[in-house]
């Protein structure tokens, strides 16, 4: 018996060795981006590396925002990435309570299709959406940053696996009381999904919080710039890529996130167990 426990204990210790160790890499470059956006330009080349630096420079947050308009990248950003999330819960709720719920014909084969979709890099189909919002006259918009990703395969996906988890009794006794297949969606299924449309918004903001190369691609004003673009813009030009204010920039494009994780951590772990489940 104590023998097993023993063995219980090795076990213990080493997957929380495996734990830690994996922890330790994966903060690291948070570390190493944090540290680095107060160092002078001149510290973050120097060789050998040095981690800490020698003293604290605020001016590198200063300059940074001197240099770029925070204030307009926060204001696109959480516009764009309220409206994609908020409009993709919705649409993604109403497809998967269909595909869930509704029998029609050629159902399978549809959500087959829909799955399919998630195959395809976005690189692929870069170059065709890009002309066909040329056409329709939104490049250079918020239509283009977001009426293109309103709509997630996985998203349908994920709530659709939710919603067959639900009983069949709840759906037979709305119907029985004339609710129509709306109101059913609306007032039974839309409230008892909160739980997984949070953890689906958590996945959605960060996904639309991050995203660079969209929003690269279909603007150029500086009006219209969004964090990740902003951040970008730093890297290389006419000069040198300075380090310590790409660092600083980084690291206040990431703290809204970091602080967002720490008070939904909940349904971010929740939202990766259910698929878990589910798959």
Not at 106 to 123: D, T
Not at 180 to 209: E, K, N, Q
Request: aromatic residues 14%; contains cysteine; glycine residues 4%.
């Amino acid at each position: 018996m104590a023998q097993k426990k023993t063995g219980g204990i090795e076990a213990a210790f080493f997957i929380y060795l495996i734990l830690i160790s994996g922890a330790f890499v994966m903060i690291l470059p948070f570390v190493w981006m944090v540290l680095t956006a107060f160092k002078t330009f001149p510290e973050t080349v120097i060789i050998p590396i040095k981690w800490l630096p020698s003293k604290l420079q605020l001016d590198n947050f200063r300059e940074v925002l001197n240099r770029l308009n925070f204030a307009r990248y926060y204001f696109n950003t959480i516009f764009v990435t309220l409206s994609i999330t908020l409009l993709q819960a919705l649409l993604c709720s109403m497809a998967a309570y269909g595909f869930a719920r509704i029998r029609f014909p050629g159902r399978e084969v549809l959500f087959i299709v829909l799955l399919s979709v998630l195959m395809i890099p976005q690189q692929m189909t870069l170059m065709p959406s890009y002309v066909l919002l040329s056409r329709l006259r939104w490049v250079d918009t918020y239509f283009a940053l977001i009426i293109p990703n309103l709509f997630s395969a996985y998203g349908t996906f994920f709530l659709r696996q939710f919603y067959k988890s639900l009983p069949d009794e709840l759906e037979e006794a709305a119907i029985i009381d004339g609710t129509s297949r709306l109101g059913i969606y609306w007032r039974i299924f839309l409230p008892l999904s909160t739980t997984a449309l949070a953890a689906f918004g958590v996945f959605t903001i960060l996904w639309a919080w991050n995203d660079l190369l969209w929003p690269l691609i279909m603007t150029s004003r500086e009006s219209l710039r969004v964090l990740s673009v902003g951040v970008a813009s730093l890297v290389g030009g006419q000069n040198a890529t300075r380090h310590n204010l790409l660092m600083t920039a980084a690291v206040l494009a990431t703290t809204p996130m970091i602080v967002l994780f720490v008070l939904l951590q909940k349904q971010f772990l929740a939202g990766i167990s259910f698929t878990a489940k589910n798959y």
